[in-house]
């Protein structure tokens, strides 16, 4: 029997993030165990909801796009596990920013 494939279709304006992997050594070499790893602040949005509905009914759509590279509040978030890696299902409003290549 196969393994299931899990897929999580965020409701909301709730936006699926794969964070970036900590940093295993520090800037001079020194190999970090995983307590002393920094939380990353950054990732892939792998899928988001439709948006938020006002008071009114009305759709305000996110505004992040599925393979924007984000930056977020460190703490922001609800840790999940999909098909062994680390997830996070966050509010856009936790999202600070789209991160592109400098020019």
């Known amino acids: 029997m196969g393994t299931a494939v899990q897929q999580l279709q965020p409701l909301h304006d709730r936006i699926l993030i794969r964070p970036d ?23 892939v949005v792998m899928a ?8 009114e009914g009305q759709l305000i759509p996110t505004t992040v796009e599925i393979g924007d590279r984000v930056m977020f509040f460190k703490m922001a978030g609800r840790p999940l596990q999909l098909n062994g890696e680390e997830m996070l299902l966050v509010p856009e409003a936790d999202i600070d920013g789209v991160l592109t290549l400098g020019q």
Not at 23 to 37: K, M, V, W, Y
Not at 48 to 55: E, M
Request: hydrophobic share 20%; no cysteine.
């Open 21 to 43: 992997k900590p940093e295993d050594a520090s800037p001079g070499g020194i190999i970090l165990p995983p307590t002393a790893q920094e939380k990353t602040d950054t990732g």
């Open 48 to 55: 988001k909801g439709p948006g938020r509905i006002t008071t």
